[in-house]
């Protein structure tokens, strides 16, 4: 049994400079992914912040309201503030073991800071990212994913990488891993819960091929 954290944020840079939106918790436990928990977070400032954040490409405001169905007036209007969802995250992991499609981003970079302090609360054995970039790469250099399309393009980019170990994203490891496509991608939102379940299935296809990494 585990939990599969992911977060929607205001940028890539991590806390103090950035803001987690929105946070969404799935669990995977025996042959079963269900949704646990889903909260956007609100800030009354919100809108000031949007208007002074420069991204790292030099464009200005918070990327995730332009390009997904996050909108401000979500973060304004929701019910609860940073604190309260942390503090109700804190009390579903606690003790748990828990994991992220990149956990140097999603732990590192925010849920080991304030106001999460997630830190002693859990443990976090593994990463999602590893080791599905680990298994996709070798059956896409076996001939063994259904989609050639996408075994073609996850071949080539490597190979046009600079990054010998080019990290494959959540959505191709997904598509290359569960073809029978489980959760059913048709109408998927890019939001926090989303990818959490679709990170647990992703979970549940790499538990099938190796049991050893989840004991």
Known sequence: MVLIIDT??????????????????????????????????????IA???????????????WIYRNTDLRMEDTLNTAKDAEAVATEVRGIVSGREVTSYNVEFDFG????????????????????LDLATERVYFLAEDDLIQDKMLQERLLR??????????WVRSIDAYRALCPEDPMGLE??????????????????????NNT????
């Open 8 to 45: 929607e944020t205001t940028g890539l840079s991590g806390y103090p400079k950035d803001r987690v939106l929105e946070i969404g918790i799935a669990e995977l436990e025996g042959g079963s992914v269900r949704p646990v928990y889903s909260e956007i977070i609100r800030y009354p400032d």
């Open 48 to 62: 000031e912040f949007d208007r002074k954040y420069v991204n790292p490409d030099g464009s200005e405001g918070i």
């Open 109 to 128: 970079k925010f849920m080991y800071h304030e106001p999460w302090n997630l830190k002693d609360t859990c443990s976090v054995p593994f990463d999602i």
């Open 157 to 166: 980019e490597r190979e046009e990488s600079y990054y010998p170990e080019k």
């Open 187 to 208: 109408g998927m939102r890019h939001r926090a819960i989303d990818d959490a379940v679709m990170e647990g299935w992703i979970l549940k296809a790499l538990q099938i």
């Open 212 to 215: 050893d990494f989840l004991g």
